[in-house]
Each structure stands twice: as C-alpha cells, then as structure tokens.
C-alpha cells in the first residue's frame, strides 16, 4: 500500500447503527486511527452514510474527516465518479461487515466496479465490523477470496509511511498509542 495512491472509504459508521455493532467502539477507534494517519499523509477520505435520516450522521469522532460523505440507499456504495483520479487503492472500514462493506468491496473487484480502472482494495479487518462477530468474519473471508486484501490499521500505517525516516512518522507512531 502507498499512501500518495491510496484513498481511505468509511462506510456508514453512523450514530444510529455503531452502538449496535459487536465492538462498535473498537471499530470506530481504528477507523479514526486510519482517518488521523490520512490526514497527515495526505490520504483522501471519502464517507459513505446509509439511508441518515434514519440512521443518523456519521459518528462524532469521524465527522471532521472525510472530504467527501454520499448518502446512499444501496447497500453497496457507488463507486462511479466517488474516487479521484490518480488513486489506484481503497482502504476500506466501516460497517456492518457482511452487508454495506462487504457489498461495496465485491462491486469494487468486479467489473461493475473500478477493477478495470486497475485498483486495489484493501479491507481493514480491526476497522470493519457487524452486529455478530460470525457475520464480520463470513464477510471478510468472502472478501478475502474474491480477491481484496485483508490487513489491519496498523499494517496500512506503516505500509503508508515506508520507513522510520519518514517526515511524518512520529505523528502517526502516536496514534497507535
């Protein structure tokens, strides 16, 4: 992962629906992780938010992040015109798992997604989950085997930083604290 190629996708860690996940907490706080390391880096960061006016904003914690947030009915986030030109990977967190990330992720690595834009995509397994934990790791092993990369937030920091001598890597050494 390069973090001058990567975009950083939350999907729908909203209000309404993280207090219900299994480890909703922990799942946000890794997200926040990703979202503080790509602000400093210089990492888009786009948002999805299924259906807000029932399931509310964006949870607090992230709600200054994201360039971009699209509300959406779909369960699958619309990848057309949603990424900028030039970034070639996705990093994928949010929730829930088995529906809204791992939807979005199967329509990235298919032809109805970017696939043929030549990305990758990434999913953050300590930054996605579900209401039960079985469901979060159905989703992530179909994921797997469709061909996205399964890695944790702290993998994708230090892959987007690339060496200890890197300007910001201090700063985001901090957030794993």
Known sequence: MNADDAVLL????QERLVPAVH??????????RLA?????????VLATEQVPDKLGPTVAAL??????????????????GLFPPGRSEIVVAGVEAHVCVLQTVLELLDGTGTRGAGRRVYVAA???????????????ARARSAGAGIV???MVLFEWLRDAAHPRFR??????R
């Open 10 to 13: 939350l999907v729908d860690l």
């Open 23 to 32: 480890d909703g907490d922990e799942v946000v706080a890794r997200a926040v």
């Open 36 to 44: 503080e390391a790509a602000a400093l880096l210089g990492v888009p």
């Open 63 to 80: 709600s200054g992040h994201p360039h971009l947030v699209t509300p959406k009915s779909r369960f699958a986030a619309d990848a057309a």
């Open 126 to 140: 300590d930054a996605v989950g579900s209401r039960s934990p079985a469901d979060r790791d159905l989703a992530l």
């Open 152 to 154: 944790s937030s702290e």
């Open 171 to 176: 700063e985001v050494q901090k957030l794993l």
